[in-house]
Structure formats: structure tokens, C-alpha cells
T-cell receptor, first 108, second 114 residues
Framework: EDQVTQSPEALRLQEGESSSLNCSYT??????LFWYRQDPGKGPEFLFT???AGEEKEKERLKATLTKKESFLHITAPKPEDSATYLC?????????FGQGTILTVHP | DARVTQTPRDKVTEMGQEVTMRCQPI?????VFWYRQTMMQGLELLAY????????DSGMPKDRFSAEMPDATLATLKIQPSEPRDSAVYFC????????????FGPGTRLLVL
């Protein structure tokens, strides 16, 4: 069975304090790894897709990386507006399996 | 700006009542997914449609839940009869079938069954 584990469950940062979120996975036949951002009361918003180990993608202050067993979402010099829940998901065949998410809070 | 739309956004009902949630996928998308999100379980897949055909509904309680796509612009999820344990946020997502499909989520329907 496909499994996705995200850590930490919650992360509090000061504005400008860089950090990383982790997503560990076990899946048969990984076709892609996805990162989503979810704000309170809203649906998940697509951020990145990573396809193979060694791949990296960037968007503003976010950079996602992928190895054979895990993915990291690096947040550089975060701002309060980066506060949200970040969800990782793995795609095997057609099914997307989500982790429980990391709740990120960035204090001014 | 193409988006998935869902109605209603909020629904409060009493146990035993029928609940119908509607989703309009992004125009041109040919896959639709229904998810349920709770604090305890996170995001759980309920049903999957491709080209309006139901391909998987193994995550759905069969005795009370049903999902349909009457046409390419409308997907419905029904609960009859509803129970308090069905209280959750229900999301619809759509995408384009392919080797690595990105799913785009709607804003969700927040359901409270009293």
C-alpha cells in the first residue's frame, strides 16, 4: 500500500527564517510527486510536480527536491503570507495518495 | 482563470436527510475526483471518473453514497441517508488524463450533519 509521511506536523518560523519540510514515501511505481498548498477554508492549490530523483523545481521562495525515498520543500526567507498547510502526494498508476500535511506558521 | 466550482459551499442538515453536492470541472478536463477531508483522516479519495465513466469508487461507503456525472460539465455526490460521521469537507478535483496527471481542486463543500 502506498504511504506518505510528512514531517514535522507543524512548524513555526520567524519571518526570514529559512527551513525545510519533509515528505517520505513508499510507493510501487512512482509516476510523480506533487506539492500542494492549502489555506484555511480553501481547496489544495497545486505548486509543483517532480518526476524523478534529482529533480528540483522553484517558485518564488519555495524549492522542491526529490530523492528515491523523500522530497523536501525548502522555504527561503519566508513571509507571513507563506503560512498555510503544505501537502505532499504521490501518484502511482492513476491514484494520488496524500500525506497528512505540515502546518506552517510564519510570524512577522 | 479556469477553476473547479462546487456548490453549495456550506451545508448543515439533520441526520437522515439527503445531501447532494455538485461540481463543475474545468472546461476541457476529462477526469473528476471526489475527496473527503477530515482532521483525523486527511484527504481520502472517494470516487474517480474518466470521460464521465466511473472507474473507481472503492473509497465510498456504498450503502449511502453515490456519485454520478450526468454530463461533462457536472459531477454529483449524494449521501442518503446522511449521518453525523459524514461531517467533513468534500472536495472535487479535475484533470486531464495522462501519464502524470495534475489534479486541480475546487473550494470544497463543508458538510455538517447534526
Amino acid at each position: 500500500e502506498d504511504q506518505v509521511t510528512q514531517s514535522p506536523e507543524a512548524l513555526r518560523l520567524q519571518e526570514g527564517e529559512s527551513s525545510s519540510l519533509n515528505c517520505s514515501y513508499t510507493v510501487s511505481g512512482l509516476r510523480g510527486l506533487f506539492w500542494y498548498r492549502q489555506d484555511p477554508g480553501k481547496g489544495p492549490e497545486f505548486l509543483f510536480t517532480l518526476y524523478s530523483a534529482g529533480e528540483e523545481k522553484e517558485k518564488e521562495r519555495l524549492k522542491a527536491t526529490l530523492t528515491k525515498k523523500e522530497s523536501f520543500l525548502h522555504i527561503t526567507a519566508p513571509k507571513p503570507e507563506d503560512s498555510a498547510t503544505y501537502l505532499c502526494a504521490v501518484l502511482a498508476d492513476w491514484k494520488l495518495t496524500f500525506g497528512q500535511g505540515t502546518i506552517l506558521t510564519v510570524h512577522p | 482563470d479556469a477553476r473547479v466550482t462546487q456548490t453549495p459551499r456550506d451545508k448543515v442538515t439533520e441526520m437522515g436527510q439527503e445531501v447532494t453536492m455538485r461540481c463543475q470541472p474545468i472546461l476541457g478536463h476529462n477526469t473528476v475526483f471526489w475527496y473527503r477531508q477530515t482532521m483525523m483522516q486527511g484527504l481520502e479519495l472517494l470516487a474517480y471518473f474518466r470521460n464521465r465513466a466511473p472507474l473507481d469508487d472503492s473509497g465510498m461507503p456504498k450503502d449511502r453514497f453515490s456519485a454520478e456525472m450526468p454530463d461533462a460539465t457536472l459531477a454529483t455526490l449524494k449521501i442518503q441517508p446522511s449521518e453525523p460521521r459524514d461531517s467533513a469537507v468534500y472536495f472535487c478535483a479535475s484533470g486531464l488524463a495522462g501519464p502524470v496527471e495534475t489534479q486541480y481542486f475546487g473550494p470544497g463543500t463543508r458538510l455538517l450533519v447534526l
